[in-house]
Protein backbone atom coordinates (compact mmCIF):
# COMPACT_ATOMS: atom_id res chain seq x y z
CA UNK A 1 0.00 0.00 0.00
CA UNK A 2 1.61 3.64 -1.25
CA UNK A 3 1.83 6.42 1.86
CA UNK A 4 -0.83 8.33 -1.05
CA UNK A 5 -3.35 5.43 -0.32
CA UNK A 6 -2.46 5.16 3.78
CA UNK A 7 -3.19 9.06 3.60
CA UNK A 8 -6.81 8.82 1.71
CA UNK A 9 -7.92 6.28 4.07
CA UNK A 10 -6.38 8.23 6.67
CA UNK A 11 -8.60 11.09 5.65
CA UNK A 12 -11.64 8.92 4.83
CA UNK A 13 -11.61 7.44 8.48
CA UNK A 14 -11.56 11.03 9.59
CA UNK A 15 -14.58 12.25 7.77
CA UNK A 16 -16.36 9.35 8.72
CA UNK A 17 -16.15 10.12 12.29
CA UNK A 18 -16.57 13.85 11.88
CA UNK A 19 -20.08 12.81 10.01
CA UNK A 20 -22.14 12.35 13.32
CA UNK A 21 -20.76 15.74 14.17
CA UNK A 22 -21.70 17.11 10.80
CA UNK A 23 -25.21 16.16 11.46
CA UNK A 24 -25.56 17.71 14.98
CA UNK A 25 -24.70 20.71 13.56
CA UNK A 26 -27.02 20.35 10.96
CA UNK A 27 -29.56 19.22 13.24
CA UNK A 28 -28.62 22.33 15.81
CA UNK A 29 -28.86 24.95 12.61
CA UNK A 30 -32.01 23.82 12.00
CA UNK A 31 -33.64 24.31 15.10
CA UNK A 32 -31.93 27.58 15.43
CA UNK A 33 -34.08 28.76 12.47
CA UNK A 34 -37.04 26.98 13.15
CA UNK A 35 -37.42 28.50 16.70
CA UNK A 36 -36.33 31.76 15.26
CA UNK A 37 -39.12 34.50 16.55
CA UNK A 38 -39.17 37.93 14.13
CA UNK A 39 -41.16 40.70 14.92
CA UNK A 40 -44.39 40.31 14.23
CA UNK A 41 -46.06 43.42 15.85
CA UNK A 42 -46.10 45.05 13.04
CA UNK A 43 -48.80 42.84 11.55
CA UNK A 44 -50.57 42.99 14.21
CA UNK A 45 -50.63 46.50 14.11
CA UNK A 46 -51.69 46.70 10.28
CA UNK A 47 -55.34 45.06 11.16
CA UNK A 48 -55.82 45.69 7.42
CA UNK A 49 -54.97 44.53 4.30
CA UNK A 50 -55.69 43.49 0.37
CA UNK A 51 -55.46 39.67 -0.57
CA UNK A 52 -55.53 39.69 -4.82
CA UNK A 53 -55.99 35.96 -6.30
CA UNK A 54 -54.97 36.95 -10.28
CA UNK A 55 -53.50 34.82 -12.44
CA UNK A 56 -54.80 32.51 -15.85
CA UNK A 57 -58.09 31.61 -13.86
CA UNK A 58 -59.44 35.43 -14.07
CA UNK A 59 -59.73 35.04 -17.57
CA UNK A 60 -62.75 32.36 -17.95
CA UNK A 61 -63.56 33.74 -14.71
CA UNK A 62 -65.80 31.08 -13.30
CA UNK A 63 -67.27 29.70 -16.70
CA UNK A 64 -66.27 27.51 -19.33
CA UNK A 65 -67.72 26.62 -22.56
CA UNK A 66 -71.23 28.50 -21.32
CA UNK A 67 -71.93 26.37 -17.67
CA UNK A 68 -70.45 27.69 -14.59
CA UNK A 69 -68.04 25.38 -13.47
CA UNK A 70 -67.25 24.25 -9.75
CA UNK A 71 -68.16 22.25 -6.58
CA UNK A 72 -68.23 25.32 -5.10
CA UNK A 73 -67.69 29.42 -6.28
CA UNK A 74 -63.80 29.48 -6.17
CA UNK A 75 -63.26 30.40 -9.64
CA UNK A 76 -59.27 29.87 -9.45
CA UNK A 77 -59.89 26.38 -8.73
CA UNK A 78 -61.66 25.79 -12.19
CA UNK A 79 -58.30 23.46 -13.58
CA UNK A 80 -59.70 20.91 -11.39
CA UNK A 81 -63.26 21.72 -10.73
CA UNK A 82 -66.12 19.13 -10.97
CA UNK A 83 -68.60 19.67 -13.92
CA UNK A 84 -67.34 17.93 -16.53
CA UNK A 85 -67.49 14.18 -16.48
CA UNK A 86 -65.80 14.20 -19.94
CA UNK A 87 -63.03 15.04 -18.83
CA UNK A 88 -61.13 12.61 -16.70
CA UNK A 89 -57.46 12.80 -18.68
CA UNK A 90 -53.82 12.50 -16.62
CA UNK A 91 -56.27 10.85 -13.90
CA UNK A 92 -57.25 14.28 -12.83
CA UNK A 93 -60.69 15.72 -13.08
CA UNK A 94 -61.71 19.08 -14.83
CA UNK A 95 -60.18 20.45 -17.84
CA UNK A 96 -57.06 18.86 -19.47
CA UNK A 97 -53.87 20.53 -19.25
CA UNK A 98 -53.47 20.99 -22.99
CA UNK A 99 -57.08 22.83 -23.22
CA UNK A 100 -56.47 24.92 -19.76
CA UNK A 101 -52.91 25.90 -21.35
CA UNK A 102 -54.83 28.05 -24.10
CA UNK A 103 -55.17 30.25 -21.39
CA UNK A 104 -51.69 31.39 -21.63
CA UNK A 105 -51.97 32.80 -25.27
CA UNK A 106 -54.77 34.88 -23.82
CA UNK A 107 -53.15 36.45 -20.71
CA UNK A 108 -52.38 39.57 -21.78
CA UNK A 109 -53.82 42.07 -18.78
CA UNK A 110 -53.56 45.46 -20.68
CA UNK A 111 -55.65 47.31 -17.87
CA UNK A 112 -53.27 46.06 -14.93
CA UNK A 113 -51.89 49.09 -13.50
CA UNK A 114 -49.70 48.45 -10.31
CA UNK A 115 -49.97 52.07 -8.99
CA UNK A 116 -53.92 51.96 -9.30
CA UNK A 117 -53.83 48.72 -7.58
CA UNK A 118 -51.77 49.45 -4.39
CA UNK A 119 -52.98 53.15 -4.17
CA UNK A 120 -56.46 52.07 -4.11
CA UNK A 121 -55.47 49.91 -0.82
CA UNK A 122 -53.87 52.72 0.70
CA UNK A 123 -57.00 54.55 -0.08
CA UNK A 124 -59.23 51.56 1.77
CA UNK A 125 -56.83 52.37 4.43
CA UNK A 126 -55.10 49.34 3.92
CA UNK A 127 -51.37 48.48 5.75
CA UNK A 128 -50.07 45.89 3.37
CA UNK A 129 -50.65 44.01 -0.01
CA UNK A 130 -50.90 39.67 -0.52
CA UNK A 131 -50.79 38.62 -4.07
CA UNK A 132 -51.24 35.13 -5.57
CA UNK A 133 -47.38 35.13 -7.04
CA UNK A 134 -48.08 31.27 -7.72
CA UNK A 135 -51.70 29.73 -7.23
CA UNK A 136 -52.28 26.07 -7.46
CA UNK A 137 -52.22 25.79 -11.26
CA UNK A 138 -48.61 26.67 -11.03
CA UNK A 139 -48.71 29.40 -13.43
CA UNK A 140 -46.11 31.89 -11.76
CA UNK A 141 -46.64 36.29 -11.82
CA UNK A 142 -42.84 36.62 -12.30
CA UNK A 143 -39.98 35.68 -14.73
CA UNK A 144 -38.69 32.44 -12.59
CA UNK A 145 -35.93 30.67 -14.01
CA UNK A 146 -36.80 27.18 -12.54
CA UNK A 147 -40.17 27.09 -15.23
CA UNK A 148 -40.91 28.79 -17.71
CA UNK A 149 -45.13 28.59 -16.73
CA UNK A 150 -44.68 31.72 -16.11
CA UNK A 151 -45.81 35.17 -17.51
CA UNK A 152 -43.01 36.32 -19.10
CA UNK A 153 -42.17 32.64 -21.07
CA UNK A 154 -45.44 31.68 -21.57
CA UNK A 155 -47.50 34.71 -21.95
CA UNK A 156 -47.73 37.84 -24.48
CA UNK A 157 -47.94 40.33 -21.65
CA UNK A 158 -44.19 39.72 -20.82
CA UNK A 159 -44.25 41.83 -17.95
CA UNK A 160 -43.04 40.98 -14.20
CA UNK A 161 -46.50 41.90 -12.68
CA UNK A 162 -44.66 41.29 -9.15
CA UNK A 163 -41.63 43.87 -9.81
CA UNK A 164 -44.01 46.36 -10.48
CA UNK A 165 -46.31 45.72 -7.74
CA UNK A 166 -43.09 46.23 -5.28
CA UNK A 167 -42.31 49.30 -6.86
CA UNK A 168 -45.91 51.04 -6.14
CA UNK A 169 -46.03 48.81 -2.48
CA UNK A 170 -42.78 50.74 -1.79
CA UNK A 171 -44.14 54.33 -3.02
CA UNK A 172 -46.93 54.27 -1.00
CA UNK A 173 -45.39 52.57 2.17
CA UNK A 174 -47.39 49.60 1.88
CA UNK A 175 -46.15 46.16 3.29
CA UNK A 176 -45.69 43.28 0.51
CA UNK A 177 -46.72 39.56 0.88
CA UNK A 178 -47.07 36.48 -1.30
CA UNK A 179 -49.28 33.72 -1.31
CA UNK A 180 -47.37 30.86 -2.54
CA UNK A 181 -48.46 27.50 -3.10
CA UNK A 182 -46.34 25.22 -2.22
CA UNK A 183 -47.80 21.58 -1.85
CA UNK A 184 -50.29 21.58 -4.54
CA UNK A 185 -49.35 22.43 -8.33
CA UNK A 186 -50.93 20.89 -10.90
CA UNK A 187 -49.06 22.73 -13.67
CA UNK A 188 -45.79 21.11 -12.83
CA UNK A 189 -44.69 16.79 -12.07
CA UNK A 190 -44.83 15.55 -8.99
CA UNK A 191 -46.92 19.04 -7.46
CA UNK A 192 -49.66 17.86 -5.05
CA UNK A 193 -53.20 17.11 -6.37
CA UNK A 194 -56.77 18.09 -4.97
CA UNK A 195 -57.48 14.59 -3.36
CA UNK A 196 -61.16 14.54 -4.37
CA UNK A 197 -63.31 11.69 -6.24
CA UNK A 198 -63.91 12.41 -9.91
CA UNK A 199 -67.04 12.97 -11.54
CA UNK A 200 -69.80 12.32 -8.92
CA UNK A 201 -68.49 15.13 -6.97
CA UNK A 202 -69.64 12.84 -3.98
CA UNK A 203 -67.74 13.43 -0.23
CA UNK A 204 -68.80 9.87 0.95
CA UNK A 205 -66.91 7.93 -1.59
CA UNK A 206 -62.90 7.47 -1.54
CA UNK A 207 -60.87 10.22 -3.64
CA UNK A 208 -59.87 8.79 -7.21
CA UNK A 209 -57.31 11.73 -8.04
CA UNK A 210 -53.98 10.12 -8.63
CA UNK A 211 -51.08 11.78 -6.12
CA UNK A 212 -47.46 11.80 -6.95
CA UNK A 213 -45.60 9.26 -5.09
CA UNK A 214 -43.48 10.27 -2.44
CA UNK A 215 -40.08 10.47 -4.39
CA UNK A 216 -42.01 12.73 -7.20
CA UNK A 217 -43.54 15.07 -4.55
CA UNK A 218 -40.44 15.77 -2.88
CA UNK A 219 -38.04 16.12 -5.70
CA UNK A 220 -40.98 18.61 -6.80
CA UNK A 221 -40.78 20.37 -3.74
CA UNK A 222 -36.65 20.84 -3.42
CA UNK A 223 -36.31 21.60 -7.91
CA UNK A 224 -39.74 23.48 -8.04
CA UNK A 225 -41.01 25.36 -4.68
CA UNK A 226 -37.94 25.92 -2.57
CA UNK A 227 -36.10 27.62 -5.47
CA UNK A 228 -38.94 29.50 -6.23
CA UNK A 229 -39.45 31.10 -2.71
CA UNK A 230 -35.80 31.95 -3.28
CA UNK A 231 -36.35 33.81 -6.13
CA UNK A 232 -39.12 35.78 -4.38
CA UNK A 233 -37.11 36.69 -1.59
CA UNK A 234 -33.91 37.31 -3.37
CA UNK A 235 -35.70 39.23 -6.45
CA UNK A 236 -38.87 41.29 -4.31
CA UNK A 237 -38.05 41.56 -0.17
CA UNK A 238 -41.50 40.35 1.19
CA UNK A 239 -42.37 41.14 4.23
CA UNK A 240 -44.42 37.89 4.52
CA UNK A 241 -45.07 35.30 3.33
CA UNK A 242 -48.94 33.08 3.12
CA UNK A 243 -48.48 29.32 2.20
CA UNK A 244 -51.26 27.52 1.25
CA UNK A 245 -51.94 23.88 3.36
CA UNK A 246 -55.64 23.06 5.20
CA UNK A 247 -55.37 19.40 5.46
CA UNK A 248 -53.31 16.10 6.88
CA UNK A 249 -50.93 15.40 3.73
CA UNK A 250 -48.60 12.27 4.22
CA UNK A 251 -46.36 14.49 1.38
CA UNK A 252 -45.74 17.42 3.95
CA UNK A 253 -43.42 15.72 6.02
CA UNK A 254 -41.62 17.41 8.85
CA UNK A 255 -38.80 17.68 7.26
CA UNK A 256 -39.87 19.32 4.05
CA UNK A 257 -41.51 21.90 6.18
CA UNK A 258 -38.40 22.12 8.15
CA UNK A 259 -36.58 22.70 4.89
CA UNK A 260 -39.08 25.53 3.76
CA UNK A 261 -38.93 27.29 6.87
CA UNK A 262 -35.08 27.75 7.45
CA UNK A 263 -35.25 28.47 3.84
CA UNK A 264 -37.41 31.82 4.42
CA UNK A 265 -35.48 32.38 8.31
CA UNK A 266 -32.06 32.00 6.82
CA UNK A 267 -32.51 34.35 3.97
CA UNK A 268 -35.25 36.77 4.67
CA UNK A 269 -34.86 36.89 9.04
CA UNK A 270 -37.38 39.29 9.27
CA UNK A 271 -40.23 37.88 6.76
CA UNK A 272 -43.70 36.39 8.55
CA UNK A 273 -44.65 32.86 8.05
CA UNK A 274 -48.22 31.40 8.54
CA UNK A 275 -49.84 28.66 9.59
CA UNK A 276 -51.22 27.09 6.69
CA UNK A 277 -47.43 26.49 5.38
CA UNK A 278 -48.93 23.05 6.93
CA UNK A 279 -47.52 22.78 10.73
CA UNK A 280 -51.34 22.57 11.90
CA UNK A 281 -51.72 19.00 10.78
CA UNK A 282 -48.54 18.14 9.56
CA UNK A 283 -45.53 19.02 11.68
CA UNK A 284 -44.46 17.71 15.19
CA UNK A 285 -44.40 21.36 17.14
CA UNK A 286 -47.97 22.69 15.16
CA UNK A 287 -48.25 26.22 15.21
CA UNK A 288 -45.62 27.51 17.49
CA UNK A 289 -43.15 27.61 15.10
CA UNK A 290 -44.82 30.28 12.58
CA UNK A 291 -45.34 33.92 12.93
CA UNK A 292 -48.94 34.34 12.02
CA UNK A 293 -51.91 31.79 12.25
CA UNK A 294 -54.57 31.73 9.54
CA UNK A 295 -58.29 31.02 9.93
CA UNK A 296 -59.68 28.86 7.45
CA UNK A 297 -61.66 30.60 4.47
CA UNK A 298 -63.94 33.51 5.63
CA UNK A 299 -63.90 31.71 8.97
CA UNK A 300 -63.94 34.64 11.87
CA UNK A 301 -63.51 33.66 15.56
CA UNK A 302 -65.58 34.72 18.15
CA UNK A 303 -62.91 35.48 20.74
CA UNK A 304 -59.41 36.40 21.25
CA UNK A 305 -56.53 33.55 20.10
CA UNK A 306 -54.27 35.21 22.06
CA UNK A 307 -51.64 35.31 19.33
CA UNK A 308 -51.43 36.93 15.91
CA UNK A 309 -53.62 35.77 13.84
CA UNK A 310 -55.91 36.61 10.64
CA UNK A 311 -58.80 35.52 8.40
CA UNK A 312 -58.65 36.05 4.81
CA UNK A 313 -62.21 37.10 4.01
CA UNK A 314 -63.81 37.37 0.23
CA UNK A 315 -66.07 40.11 -1.57
CA UNK A 316 -67.85 37.84 -3.29
CA UNK A 317 -68.13 33.98 -3.04
CA UNK A 318 -64.87 33.60 -5.21
CA UNK A 319 -62.14 34.29 -4.56
CA UNK A 320 -60.51 34.75 -8.32
CA UNK A 321 -62.76 36.77 -10.02
CA UNK A 322 -66.35 35.07 -11.15
CA UNK A 323 -68.60 36.97 -13.37
CA UNK A 324 -71.43 34.91 -12.90
CA UNK A 325 -71.54 35.42 -9.02
CA UNK A 326 -73.62 38.02 -7.98
CA UNK A 327 -73.29 37.44 -4.30
CA UNK A 328 -71.20 40.91 -3.51
CA UNK A 329 -71.37 41.68 0.63
CA UNK A 330 -72.43 45.06 1.45
CA UNK A 331 -70.58 47.03 3.28
CA UNK A 332 -71.84 46.72 6.52
CA UNK A 333 -70.98 43.10 6.63
CA UNK A 334 -67.31 43.88 5.38
CA UNK A 335 -66.95 47.14 7.67
CA UNK A 336 -68.39 44.38 10.73
CA UNK A 337 -65.36 41.65 9.88
CA UNK A 338 -63.08 43.94 10.04
CA UNK A 339 -64.16 45.40 13.82
CA UNK A 340 -64.86 41.70 14.82
CA UNK A 341 -61.68 40.88 13.89
CA UNK A 342 -60.18 43.87 15.07
CA UNK A 343 -61.80 43.51 18.73
CA UNK A 344 -60.92 40.51 19.25
CA UNK A 345 -56.57 40.72 18.39
CA UNK A 346 -56.77 39.76 14.72
CA UNK A 347 -56.43 40.93 11.44
CA UNK A 348 -59.00 41.21 8.36
CA UNK A 349 -57.38 40.31 4.46
CA UNK A 350 -60.13 41.54 2.09
CA UNK A 351 -59.80 39.92 -1.12
CA UNK A 352 -60.11 41.23 -4.48
CA UNK A 353 -60.44 39.14 -7.80
CA UNK A 354 -58.99 41.60 -10.50
CA UNK A 355 -60.75 40.83 -14.12
CA UNK A 356 -58.59 38.84 -17.18
CA UNK A 357 -58.08 42.10 -18.19
CA UNK A 358 -56.29 43.72 -14.67
CA UNK A 359 -58.83 45.83 -13.91
CA UNK A 360 -60.85 45.50 -10.60
CA UNK A 361 -64.51 44.98 -10.76
CA UNK A 362 -67.12 48.28 -10.43
CA UNK A 363 -68.58 46.38 -7.69
CA UNK A 364 -64.89 45.95 -5.68
CA UNK A 365 -63.99 49.55 -6.30
CA UNK A 366 -67.09 50.98 -4.75
CA UNK A 367 -66.88 48.97 -1.66
CA UNK A 368 -62.70 49.61 -1.21
CA UNK A 369 -63.91 53.29 -1.47
CA UNK A 370 -66.74 53.42 0.85
CA UNK A 371 -64.12 51.24 3.36
CA UNK A 372 -61.98 53.83 2.61
CA UNK A 373 -64.02 56.13 3.69
CA UNK A 374 -65.02 54.91 7.00
CA UNK A 375 -61.45 54.41 7.75
CA UNK A 376 -60.56 57.97 7.02
CA UNK A 377 -62.45 59.18 10.04
CA UNK A 378 -62.41 55.70 11.85
CA UNK A 379 -59.03 54.03 11.30
CA UNK A 380 -58.05 55.34 14.92
CA UNK A 381 -59.70 52.79 16.05
CA UNK A 382 -59.02 50.01 14.47
CA UNK A 383 -54.80 50.31 13.79
CA UNK A 384 -52.15 49.66 16.72
CA UNK A 385 -55.31 48.70 19.34
CA UNK A 386 -55.77 45.65 21.49
CA UNK A 387 -58.95 43.68 22.81
CA UNK A 388 -60.52 45.19 25.77
CA UNK A 389 -61.20 42.73 28.60
CA UNK A 390 -64.65 43.93 29.24
CA UNK A 391 -67.99 41.53 28.17
CA UNK A 392 -68.23 41.99 24.37
CA UNK A 393 -71.50 43.88 23.99
CA UNK A 394 -74.07 42.39 21.68
CA UNK A 395 -75.37 45.72 20.58
CA UNK A 396 -71.27 46.14 19.28
CA UNK A 397 -67.65 45.64 19.67
CA UNK A 398 -64.89 47.25 21.89
CA UNK A 399 -61.29 48.12 21.15
CA UNK A 400 -58.45 49.71 23.27
CA UNK A 401 -55.44 52.10 23.08
CA UNK A 402 -53.15 53.91 25.02
CA UNK A 403 -52.38 57.45 23.44
CA UNK A 404 -49.63 60.02 24.72
CA UNK A 405 -52.28 61.90 26.99
CA UNK A 406 -55.03 59.42 27.63
CA UNK A 407 -55.91 55.69 27.14
CA UNK A 408 -58.58 55.26 25.06
CA UNK A 409 -61.95 53.14 24.71
CA UNK A 410 -63.30 52.84 21.35
CA UNK A 411 -66.79 51.82 20.93
CA UNK A 412 -68.03 50.32 18.14
CA UNK A 413 -71.78 50.80 17.83
CA UNK A 414 -73.16 48.38 15.51
CA UNK A 415 -77.00 48.57 16.45
CA UNK A 416 -77.87 52.31 17.75
CA UNK A 417 -80.66 52.10 20.48
CA UNK A 418 -83.90 53.77 20.67
CA UNK A 419 -84.14 54.81 23.81
CA UNK A 420 -80.17 56.80 23.39
CA UNK A 421 -78.78 54.34 26.18
CA UNK A 422 -76.41 52.22 26.17
CA UNK A 423 -74.14 50.33 29.14
CA UNK A 424 -70.67 48.86 28.87
CA UNK A 425 -71.31 45.96 31.74
CA UNK A 426 -68.29 45.74 34.62
CA UNK A 427 -66.80 49.21 34.08
CA UNK A 428 -67.25 50.86 36.87
CA UNK A 429 -65.20 53.90 35.98
CA UNK A 430 -65.98 57.39 34.34
CA UNK A 431 -64.35 58.32 31.46
CA UNK A 432 -62.83 61.71 31.57
CA UNK A 433 -64.00 62.75 27.84
CA UNK A 434 -66.62 60.76 25.61
CA UNK A 435 -67.38 62.07 22.62
CA UNK A 436 -68.38 61.00 18.76
CA UNK A 437 -65.19 60.43 16.79
CA UNK A 438 -66.73 61.76 13.70
CA UNK A 439 -67.97 64.69 14.93
CA UNK A 440 -66.15 65.67 18.02
CA UNK A 441 -70.20 65.77 20.12
CA UNK A 442 -70.18 64.90 23.14
CA UNK A 443 -71.77 62.26 24.54
CA UNK A 444 -73.20 62.04 27.99
CA UNK A 445 -71.92 59.53 30.72
CA UNK A 446 -72.81 57.76 34.43
CA UNK A 447 -72.88 54.96 36.69
CA UNK A 448 -74.87 52.42 37.50
CA UNK A 449 -73.59 49.70 39.99
CA UNK A 450 -70.79 48.15 38.40
CA UNK A 451 -71.34 49.69 34.93
CA UNK A 452 -71.23 52.89 32.72
CA UNK A 453 -74.01 54.01 31.12
CA UNK A 454 -73.78 56.17 27.72
CA UNK A 455 -76.36 58.79 26.96
CA UNK A 456 -76.09 59.08 23.33
CA UNK A 457 -77.26 63.17 21.71
CA UNK A 458 -79.35 61.30 19.11
CA UNK A 459 -81.76 58.86 18.59
CA UNK A 460 -80.32 58.00 14.74
CA UNK A 461 -76.79 56.36 14.47
CA UNK A 462 -74.74 59.64 12.52
CA UNK A 463 -73.09 56.55 10.55
CA UNK A 464 -76.03 54.07 9.79
CA UNK A 465 -72.64 51.09 9.67
CA UNK A 466 -70.79 51.82 12.39
CA UNK A 467 -70.68 54.37 14.66
CA UNK A 468 -67.55 54.59 16.89
CA UNK A 469 -67.66 56.72 20.60
CA UNK A 470 -64.54 57.37 22.36
CA UNK A 471 -63.97 56.92 25.98
CA UNK A 472 -60.53 58.65 27.68
CA UNK A 473 -59.36 57.68 30.60
CA UNK A 474 -56.26 58.86 32.45
CA UNK A 475 -55.15 55.44 32.61
CA UNK A 476 -56.20 51.99 31.13
CA UNK A 477 -59.36 51.04 33.47
CA UNK A 478 -59.12 47.43 32.48
CA UNK A 479 -57.07 44.69 31.64
CA UNK A 480 -55.69 44.04 28.09
CA UNK A 481 -55.73 40.78 26.56
Known sequence: MTLFTVMRFYKLLV?????????????????????????????????????????????????WKGERVGRNWYAEWIRTQQGFPEYNAEGGVGIPRAEYDTLLDQFNPQKFDADAWI???????????????????????????????????????????????????????????????????????????????????????EPTVEQPSQEDFEKYFRKISIPQVLELIENYQPKFFWFDNWEKSEMLTEELLNELIVTVRKHSPEALINSRIGTTWNHPKGDAIVDIFSMMDNVFPEKSLGRVWETSGTMQRSWGYHKLDPAWKPIKQLLRHLVDNTSRGGNYQLNVGPKGDGSFPLPAIRRLREIGSWMDINGEAIYETDPVLLPEPQWGRLTGKQAEDAYRIYVHVYDWPQDRTLALQELSSLPQNAYLLESGYPVGSGLKGSNLKLELPVDVAPDERITVIVLEFDENPVEIK
Request: charged share 20%.
Open 15 to 63: LMSLLPLFALIAKADTAKYIEAKPDNQWFSDAKFGMFIHFGLYSIPAGE
Open 119 to 205: RMAKEAGMKYFLITAKHHDGFALWPSEVSDYNVADATPFKRDILAELAEACEKYDIALGFYYSHWQDWGHPGGAMPPWPTNSGEWDI
